[in-house]
C-alpha cells in the first residue's frame, strides 16, 4: 500500500510518499507546488494522510489559519472521500506513548524503528557514500513521516 502523507504549513509543506514500510519520495515545497506533487501521486497512491491542527486551549495566530486553510486545499486536491486527518497527539501515542514526546523524541522514535544499514553515527540515516533507508529526510520531513508510521500503524 502506497500513501501520501503530509505535514501542513502555512507556506510549506512536507511530503512523504510511503510504502512497504518505506520512505519512496519526499520534500518540503512552497504550497501551491504541493498542489502539483499531489496531482502526481493521486492516482498511485491509495490515500492522503494529513496531519490536521487541533486546539489545545491555547491562543492561536494567523499561521494556524493559513495551515488550516492549505489543509483543506490539499484534502480538496486529493479527494474528500480518500483523504484521512491525522491527529499530532496521534502521532506521539503511536511513536512515542506519550503525549509530551516533543519532535525530537518522535523523530529517535522513527529512526529507531529502521535498520542500521548506512554509515556515520546515526546508520539508519548514514552518509552521501553509505546512504541508510532514512537518508535525505530533514526538517518537518520527519513529522510528515511519523503520518505516514501512524496511518499505517507500522
Known sequence: ???????PGNVKSAYVVYSDGMPKHFGKIDNGDMLE??????HSTECLAIEMVACYG???GATIFETAYWTGVFAQAY???RTTKVYRKDVKMHLCSSMRAKDGNIRQAIIDKYPPSGGGKTPQI???????PLYGISADV???LGVAITYCND
Open 1 to 7: 500500500m502506497a500513501i501520501l502523507a503530509i505535514d
Open 37 to 42: 506533487v499531489i496531482q502526481k501521486y493521486k
Open 58 to 60: 491555547m491562543k492561536v
Open 79 to 81: 479527494g474528500l472521500n
Open 126 to 132: 548514514g552518509v552521501k557514500a553509505n546512504p541508510g
Open 142 to 144: 520527519w513529522a510528515a
